[in-house]
């Protein structure tokens, strides 16, 4: 990571931005929804399990737009909120409340960080975050998903983590019985963790399916660009 992507990191730390998904560094915080995130069960192997695990792989994959409402929380309790914009390909977008200078999106290769007010930017690969299991859950959730049982009633929790990979950390998607979301549950939010288990979580609420979303929305322009990008 280069001193830019430093200095943004740090911007996000100090101001309990941890977002989302992004590389290790940025991911502290908790649970945000009343329902405690325990410390991981064993991987349920039961076919009931194998199936929730289908579902919620079906779910992700049956979304072809969403506008949301979200709240991140950080570990201290801190909270900021947004709108979240996800379409099909990989592409999504974090829109914080005005006041945070902050938007992050990913259009489907790579995440990318812009701080509006220092007017830096900063891009990973999608598939070095666990934010890579929301972006293509038939990757992500298939090969490295298991379904934590008993999580919560009404609930269905998938925690994905690559064995082979831990500085990517893990995300853990929280799902709700929905008969009206695509495939029956409805992606309530997720809790990203570092390798360190320190957590961010993002309630998401208002959910708006088969909103028209323009491409365009999920690139950002470098603010410092020139001959030498």
Known sequence: MNSTGNTIAQRFMRQGLRAIGVPALLLVGAWGLGVGLAPPARAATSQNSQAELQQAVGALRG???????????????????????????????????????????????????????????????????PLGALLDPSRDVTRFGTVLPDFAPGMVAVEVRDSAHPEYGTITLLFEHKPAAPGGLELAGWVSADAQNRRTSIHLSNHRYGVPLDDAQFRLTNPQAGPHH
């Open 63 to 129: 979304i072809g737009s969403l506008r949301a409402d979200f709240t991140q929380t950080d570990s201290a309790g801190h909270r900021v909120s947004g709108v979240l914009t996800l379409k099909r390909g990989g592409r999504i977008r974090f829109q914080y409340a005005p006041g945070y200078p902050m938007v992050i999106v990913a259009d489907g290769r790579a995440l990318t960080l812009l701080d509006t007010e220092l007017r830096q930017m900063q891009r990973w690969p999608i598939a070095n975050s």
